[in-house]
């Protein structure tokens, strides 16, 4: 099992960026696909980015593209997910998580091997 914490979030103005890190420990970090999820209130938790075990291959989902930049640092045990041009949209709490397997598609919840706690972004208008 790889535990996961995340950390980077807070209270932002539409239109600012955040980094938000995710500290591995456990099992080797660099095994592991990773994804960002995210879950707003009220809303099922949706796919963000994923990024393969070696940082070579990512995939974002539309709503991400242009705007945040999945990445990760398998030295430092830490995947990083940057956000610019935030929207209100963005509100949520995101969650990092390693999966089991890198795909350039969405991926679902039964994809995931092991889930953070989450952090919370909120973007204020």
């Known amino acids: 099992q790889v535990q996961l914490v995340e950390s980077g979030g807070g209270l932002v103005q539409v239109g600012g960026s955040l980094r938000l890190s995710c500290a591995a420990s456990g099992q080797t970090f660099s095994h592991y696909a990773m994804a960002w999820f995210r879950q707003a209130p009220g809303k099922e938790r949706e796919f963000v980015s994923s990024?393969?075990?070696?940082?070579?291959?990512?995939y974002y989902t539309d709503f991400t593209k242009g705007r945040f930049t999945i990445s990760r640092d398998n030295a430092k045990n830490t995947l990083y997910l940057q956000m610019n041009s935030l929207k209100p949209e963005d509100t949520a709490v995101y969650y990092c998580?390693?999966?089991?397997?890198?795909?350039?598609?969405?991926?679902?919840?039964?994809?995931?091997?092991?889930w953070g706690q989450g952090t919370q972004v909120t973007v204020s208008s």
């Open positions: 998580a390693a999966v089991y397997l890198y795909r350039p598609t969405n991926l679902g919840q039964s994809d995931v091997h092991s």
């Open positions: 990024i393969s075990w070696s940082g070579g291959m990512t």
